[in-house]
Each structure stands twice: as structure tokens, then as C-alpha cells.
């Protein structure tokens, strides 16, 4: 900034005034574009810049660069809209700075074409930013139509989003609870958490309730032991032998009160989650059919998708969107290895989970292409490839309103009989040996 308060960079000349209200005089953009009128918005917490690009009167085939600082109050955002609407402008781009596009996106999106960008899509030349050089910049990619819109779900869809996201946090919390208690089991010497698999379930319950109240004998703590667990009676036994004190009565009661806590809340967010999704009890059910997924899984990918596979014409589309598929990176025809974007991070944990919860069975599709690819490229690949296949089978499943359909386990084997000939042919010679395939009479066959 110079001595008369003006600022430059690059070409545009900048000037403040007394109400802070940045304002852009005799600016010239050569740089043509599909949209004549355009706009930037550059958010931040306490304030925001909007930049109009917008056919010079003065210059034919220029455009000149209109910027204003508004606040973020909703008065202020008001104000915007009318500033906006008042210079026509056909599109108008707002990258999803943190959380403060919030306000502004769905004040602005009822009566504006407003396009919000991943920021990621957007880098500006370096050493040469500012904020009303961003805004400039924003305005300039709206008008040459070199960005894409990010995914914004309606009001219902976000409140689901909210009470989904929620949830996972607080059973995270309850799952923290019962490692914290797990600990001051451990400081008794007793190795209650290595017999039993859950040790706040029911039969944990019933032993921890007893220490609290007093009782010490291993014996008759074992003996409360419910179900499969009174299996593992004599060694709960030896097990519960330690020394349990007043301290950890006191500590073990706090313990279970706050898991109890957490999982109230978690009640009451499964009803209101419920409540939401009575409409979508079929899309429930079908998402319920592919591998890996539970009724809590579906609803958070209804939360996450929006349940309405429109957004996305292919399943190629809800992959790299949902982060579950390689990156691209190829420079002067040498291919590099692209890692997988970040994506949606809520709905790739959960294909996370759900991957490896599908790989366990031994008689299904994903199960054996898993087994299949981990020994070509390991494991870690490979479960980002059945994440992979989730996805594509979520997509047909919300697109088509079909069940999920298993491949099988002997899909590949089928489709290509010769290799798997040839595998069995290979092994057996390493072995020393030699096999013969003889075809099977169809008598026999059909019988």
C-alpha cells in the first residue's frame, strides 16, 4: 500500500474508503468467458469481499472488475443479495471456506445461480494473493466455466447429515468411556477385557455391578456370567482374581454412569433419525442387502448421498466424489502413482468398515476379488478396491431400487476357467507333481 492508502496488485488499481468499502475504479479484464456477468465471493469470519465482472461500456471485448466488502450479519448478506441482483449477474462463485459459507450459500442460493467450488480446484498464481485478488479470481473461473459446483443437499438432507455426524461422535465418546474403564480394570490386576470380548455388555455388567457392591470371591463374580460367556467361566475365574478397592469401585461406577449417559443420547438420536427416514424404509432395506451394510450404515449413506442418485449419472461420478478411487497423475506420458482423494471423509470410514466386515466371509464376490487382488498388491489396495465396489453397488442400488445381487465366490473362476486351469497346473508342478482335467460325463454332471 502506497502513501495515498492505495494498494496494487498485478493491474487492478484499489482504493478504500472511509466506511472500509473497497471499491475498483478503471479496470480492464481482457479475458473473455461463457457467462457476460459474473461474480466472486471471498469468505472470512468477520467479513467478505465480492468482485462483478461485469462487459465494459467504455472497451469493446474487455470487462471491467467491480469489488465490495460486505459483513457476514445476515443485514449485511441482504445487502449482497441486492448488490448482486441490482448488476445481473449470471453466475456467482463462493469457495467453501471452513464453515462461513454457510450463512451466505443459503441466503444467496434461493435467488442466485451461486455455484460453491472446493477451494482444492482453485489455486491462484503465488506471490500474488490477496482477498480482492481472489475474489477476482473466483469471478473470472465462474465466467469461463472452468469450475464445478460442489454437492449441496436440501435442508432435510443436512438436518439428517447433522444428526448422523452427531451420533458417530457420541458413540466415539461411549467408546472412549468403556476404553477408560477398560484401563482401571487393568490397574487391578484383574484381566476381565481378555476373556470377555465387550466388557460393558451383559455379563460384564453383572460382574462389574457385584465388585461395586462388595462381592471379591472370583468364584461367585464368574458365576454371573450370561449365555456363551458361562463358557468361559473357569477361565473368568482366574481371570477376576486381583485386588479391587474402594478407589475403584468409586472410579468403575463413574465409568459405567457416563456409558450409560452416552448411550441414552444415542437412543435419542436413533429416534429422530428414525422419524426422518420413515419415508425411506425401502432404501433402507436395499442398502441393507449389499455386504458390510447394517441399518446404521444405510442411514448414514442416505445422509451422506442424499438417497438420490441423480447428482451422480454414473456410479463412476459417487466413486472419486466419495474419495474411493485412484488419482490421476500423468505428465509427458509417464503415468505416476495418484493417491486417492480425501472425498467425502464421514462416508469412507464407513466404506472402510464396511469393506472389512465384507472381506470376513469366505463365499462371497468382494471376498474373494479382495483375496484375489491383496496377493498382486497388497492388502491395503485392495480394501480400497472393495471400498470400491461398495460404492458401485450403492449406486445401483439407490439408481435402480434393486437388492444387491452376490456375484459369488467362484465368479472368476467362471468367467475365465483356462487361467484358473493353468493356476492349478502351476502349483501342482512346483509341488513335483502332475494333474490331468478330464471332462465331466454329462450323465454324471446332471445328476
Avoid at 449485511?76 to 463462493?94: C, G, P
Avoid at 465418546?173 to 482401571?184: D, H, I, N, P, T
Avoid at 473368568?236 to 448411550?263: N, P, Q, S
Avoid at 445401483?396 to 437388492?403: D, E, F, M, N, S
Wanted: glycine share 8%; proline share 3%.
Amino acid at each position: 500500500m502506497n502513501d495515498s492508502g492505495q494498494a496494487r496488485s498485478g493491474h487492478v488499481v484499489i482504493g478504500v474508503d472511509a466506511h472500509k468499502h473497497v471499491r475498483v475504479a478503471a479496470v480492464m479484464d481482457t479475458i473473455g468467458g461463457i457467462h457476460l456477468r459474473s461474480a466472486g465471493v471471498d469468505l472470512g469470519k468477520r467479513f467478505l469481499l465480492a468482485c462483478v465482472r461485469t462487459p465494459s461500456q467504455t472497451r469493446a471485448g474487455t470487462w471491467s472488475l467491480e469489488t465490495e466488502r460486505f459483513g457476514t450479519t445476515r443485514a449485511e448478506l441482504r445487502r449482497l443479495l441486492a448488490w448482486l441482483m441490482e448488476r445481473q449477474v449470471e453466475v456467482v462463485v463462493m469457495e467453501a471456506t471452513a464453515d462461513y459459507w454457510r450463512g451466505a450459500y443459503y441466503l444467496l442460493q434461493p435467488h442466485l445461480n451461486l455455484m460453491l467450488v472446493n477451494p482444492a480446484h482453485l489455486k491462484g498464481i503465488r506471490g500474488r494473493k490477496s482477498d480482492p485478488s481472489d475474489a477476482a479470481f473466483l469471478a473470472r473461473a465462474g465466467a469461463s466455466g472452468m469450475v464445478m459446483a460442489s454437492f449441496v443437499p436440501d435442508r432435510a438432507v443436512r438436518e439428517l447429515r447433522d444428526l448422523t455426524r452427531r451420533r458417530t461422535e457420541l458413540l466415539r465418546a461411549a467408546g472412549r468411556e468403556v476404553q477408560r474403564l477398560e484401563k482401571e480394570l487393568e490397574e487391578t490386576g484383574m484381566k476381565l477385557t481378555s476373556v470377555l470380548t465387550n466388557t460393558a455388555g451383559t455379563s460384564g455388567r453383572a460382574i462389574l455391578d457385584a465388585l461395586i457392591a462388595g462381592e471379591r470371591d472370583p468364584e461367585h463374580l464368574a458365576d454371573l456370567a450370561v449365555g456363551r460367556a458361562r463358557s468361559k467361566i473357569p477361565a473368568l475365574t482366574e481371570a477376576l482374581d486381583g485386588e479391587f478397592t474402594d478407589h475403584h469401585a468409586f472410579m468403575v461406577r463413574h465409568y459405567l454412569d457416563e456409558i450409560d449417559r452416552w448411550k441414552s443420547i444415542v437412543a435419542a438420536f436413533d429416534t429422530r433419525i428414525a422419524m426422518l427416514l420413515t419415508q425411506r424404509e425401502r432404501d433402507l432395506e436395499l442398502l441393507d442387502t449389499v455386504p458390510g451394510l447394517g441399518r446404521v450404515a444405510a442411514e448414514i449413506v442416505l445422509a451422506e448421498t442424499g438417497g438420490n442418485m441423480d447428482q451422480f449419472p454414473t456410479a463412476h461420478h459417487l466413486a472419486p466424489w466419495t474419495g474411493v478411487c485412484p488419482g490421476q497423475n500423468e505428465s509427458a506420458g509417464v503415468i505416476k502413482s495418484g493417491r486417492a482423494r480425501a472425498g467425502n471423509s464421514n462416508l469412507k470410514r464407513l466404506l472402510g468398515v464396511a469393506a472389512m466386515a465384507a472381506i470376513r466371509s469366505k463365499d462371497t464376490y468382494l471376498a474373494a476379488y479382495f483375496r484375489r487382488l491383496a496377493a498382486r498388491r497388497g492388502g491395503k489396495r485392495a480394501l480400497v478396491a472393495v471400498m470400491h465396489k461398495i460404492v458401485i453397488a450403492i449406486w445401483h442400488v439407490l439408481h435402480g431400487h434393486v437388492p444387491y445381487q452376490d456375484l459369488g465366490a467362484d465368479h472368476f473362476t467362471k468367467r475365465d476357467p483356462a487361467r484358473a486351469i493353468r493356476r492349478m497346473t502351476k502349483e501342482a508342478n512346483s509341488l513335483g507333481r502332475t494333474i490331468r482335467f478330464d471332462p465331466i460325463p454329462t450323465a454324471w454332471a446332471r445328476s
